[in-house]
């Protein structure tokens, strides 16, 4: 099974759906726009012209799509980026929008300063 790449237009090839590594994230260029390599969950990490590689996690939550901004690559690492994705899939089934938790988190924080 194949889809086109996830890339900007100038790069029109086909990919299978394969679950990211850190290889292909280490490989993985700047190019004129960004662009986002897909693992799995709605977890991606977006590649800037500036060559930052972000994680990002799309959700929905009451019927809305949002997407979660997570430290990026190599900070976090790909297997602490899907563990984040299993957390915040866990809230989401106990009721909790994780773009809200981490809000309060970060509140709570700057009360404690």
Known sequence: M??????????KSTRRLLKLTDSILLKAKPEESSYKLS????????????????????YRFSGKQRTLYLPPYPEMSLQEA?????????NIAN???PMEAKKRKKENIAKKK
Request: positive net charge; hydrophobic residues 25%; proline residues 5%.
């Open 39 to 58: 693992d799995s969950d709605g977890l991606y990490c977006e590649i800037t012209p500036a060559g930052s590689k972000l994680w990002r996690i799309n």
């Open 82 to 90: 899907r563990d984040a994705v299993r957390e915040e899939k866990r």
């Open 2 to 11: 194949t889809r086109k790449a996830l890339t900007p237009s100038s790069k």
């Open 95 to 97: 009721g909790i929008d």
